[in-house]
Structures are given as structure tokens and as C-alpha cells.
């Protein structure tokens, strides 16, 4: 498929990240906007539409916004649907939204804890090996664990 994301493209997103953190200590905040960026770089306005991270607010009740692109999100949005399911599984979720295919991924910190989901939307449907590339990608976080609570507007 023309502009169909292939390993090759995510092995390339994952080797620029792979050398970028090898360079700095590493910071939850700036990684989860380097993960982002770098997805977005890769795939942005074709095939994906937008992507970003939704992140457990301390009372969890909802996911408030977090490193997005190309736009962030406005406001924060309930714990339900299908970024609830993916949060309270631990598993990727794929699904089509009107004109858009939409892949969730959980993220879990170094105590295997969901704290966070990653969001894609996409003109063409997203299939396991975007989800397993993304739970790759996002592997990090297990390692130096998650960053501090988000600050709540």
C-alpha cells in the first residue's frame, strides 16, 4: 500500500531515537515529546492525521493532553472508550472512526503500570506490527519510568 507505514520506516524512527538518548541523560517529559515528534516526522499528514499521548491525571478520572502532534489537544477527556479499554488492558487497541483508523497503545512505567496512552489516527487502517512498533518505540519508559504528574489547568 503507496504511504503504508513498513518496518523499515519505524526501524528508521527507532534508530534516530536510539541515537538521540544515547547522547543525554534521559528525561521522561522530553522523551515522550522525542517519541511523538519523531512518529509525527515519520508518518505525519501521510498516512497518520495526528498522534499524540493522553496522560492519567492523579485522580484518574480522565486523561489530560500531553506532547501531540501537529496539533495539541484542547481538553482533557474521560477515562472511557477505547483509551479506557487500552489503559485498563494493557493492550493495543485498533478501531475506525468515521474516515479514520485509530491505534491506542497503552504505556507502562519500569513496574509494569499503565500511566499514559498513546493516540494515532490514520487514513489507512493501522494492523499488529504498527501496535507491536509503537509498544516498542515506547518501551523506554519501563526502563526510566514515568515523568511527574501532569500539572492540571
Do not use: H
Not at 493516540?119 to 494492523?127: G, I, K, R, W
Amino acid at each position: 500500500m503507496k504511504n503504508r507505514p513498513s518496518r523499515a520506516r519505524y526501524d528508521k524512527v527507532k534508530s534516530g531515537l536510539d541515537l538521540k538518548w544515547r547522547r543525554r541523560a534521559p528525561q521522561a517529559e522530553r522523551l515522550m515529546r522525542e517519541v511523538v515528534d519523531a512518529l509525527w516526522d515519520a508518518f505525519g499528514g501521510s498516512p497518520w492525521v495526528r498522534c499524540g499521548l493522553w496522560i492519567l491525571q492523579p485522580d484518574g478520572a480522565a486523561f489530560q493532553p500531553g506532547p501531540a502532534r501537529p496539533d495539541p489537544a484542547e481538553a482533557s477527556v474521560p477515562v472511557e472508550g477505547l483509551r479506557g479499554e487500552a489503559f485498563a488492558s494493557c493492550s493495543a487497541r485498533r478501531s475506525a472512526q468515521g474516515a479514520a483508523a485509530v491505534l491506542v497503545v497503552p504505556i507502562q512505567d519500569k513496574n509494569g503500570k499503565p500511566w499514559a496512552v498513546f493516540e494515532a489516527l490514520s487514513t489507512v487502517p493501522f494492523d499488529e506490527m504498527d501496535a507491536r512498533w509503537v509498544e516498542r518505540l515506547f518501551k523506554v519508559f519501563q526502563t526510566i519510568g514515568r515523568p511527574g504528574p501532569p500539572s492540571l489547568p
